[in-house]
């Protein structure tokens, strides 16, 4: 067993992905094992050619087709050897003592099932990126002019959690899976990530998984996470909404995700 085991799923990213393989290395493993590896969602990008001849220590899955986000962590986590999971999109650049720093805080703190840090965009901002639960109408809120209604913006306020400075540890509803530091004991009783979505509420549902078998889901900003994060679907205008694939995919995963929790709300953090 190693201590530390990240898998970074690759989809046409393969530049983003040989930069956070980097910083992986660069980070701190002062008596630590760790592993890293890469999971191509069949993205015909030539990653695992880059792999071998710069960086054989990496292990290297490939996917022979892309079945999402969630789907292809899963075959990573499913070879993994440590004692704690890191879901990494290759889009994130970890600091020196992001590991340290994380692998200390679920050492000290059994109850925790995952742990993430603050990611902050590569200007130094920093983002949303840990929420309470969507409420039935949130997506529309978020997504077409009836946000600006009162009512909506109550409600995105509270999904946003504008009422917290995320300056300070902090239990929270679910955190957004582009950097997450799991306890690999927690993610294989809750059976890994719900495969059903392809892209979208994948990261809202594990954390629900979790909190349902009573771990608990922690955001720690004291460790900070670059993050060169784009939204695709909130990219697209709001009348073009389903003209879009990614909007498409957001609304489908939103739909799975009612029919299997309900439309109710459970008690936020």
Not at 47 to 66: C, H, P, T, Y
Not at 87 to 112: C, G, Q, R
Not at 121 to 128: A, E, I, L
Request: proline residues 3%; neutral net charge; charged residues 25%.
């Amino acid at each position: 067993m190693v201590d530390v085991s990240i898998v970074i799923v690759n989809y046409q990213s393969k530049d983003f992905t040989l930069a956070c393989i980097d910083s992986i290395k660069a980070a701190d493993w002062s008596d630590l094992s760790f592993e890293i590896i890469v999971v191509d969602n069949n993205s015909g990008d030539g990653i695992g050619g880059l792999l071998n001849s710069e960086n054989r220590d990496v292990k290297f899955i490939q996917s022979a087709e892309n079945n999402g986000m969630g789907a292809g962590n899963n075959l990573g986590f499913k070879v993994a050897q440590g004692k704690y999971f890191v879901v990494m999109n290759p889009d994130t650049i970890a600091s020196v003592d992001t590991f340290k720093k994380l692998f200390e805080y679920l050492e000290k703190n059994p109850e925790v099932g995952v742990v993430a840090p603050q990611l902050l965009y590569p200007d130094g901002t920093v983002q949303n990126s840990c929420f309470r639960w969507y409420g039935i109408m949130t997506p529309a809120f978020r997504r077409t002019p009836l946000g600006r209604l009162k009512i909506g913006q109550k409600d995105l306020s509270r999904f946003l959690m504008e009422d917290y400075d995320r300056k300070t540890e902090r239990e929270v509803d679910w955190l957004m899976g582009s950097f997450l530091f799991c306890r690999a004991e927690a993610l294989k009783q809750i059976n890994y990530f719900d495969e059903q979505y392809f892209m979208y509420f994948e990261d809202t549902d594990l954390s629900r998984s979790l909190w349902n078998q009573g771990w608990r889901v922690i955001y720690y900003p004291e460790v900070k996470v670059i993050h060169n994060h784009m939204r695709q679907s909130a990219k697209i205008a709001w009348y073009k909404f389903m003209g879009s694939k990614s909007a498409r995919w957001h609304i489908y995963s939103w739909f799975k995700y009612i029919i299997k929790w309900g439309p109710g709300l459970p008690k936020s953090k």
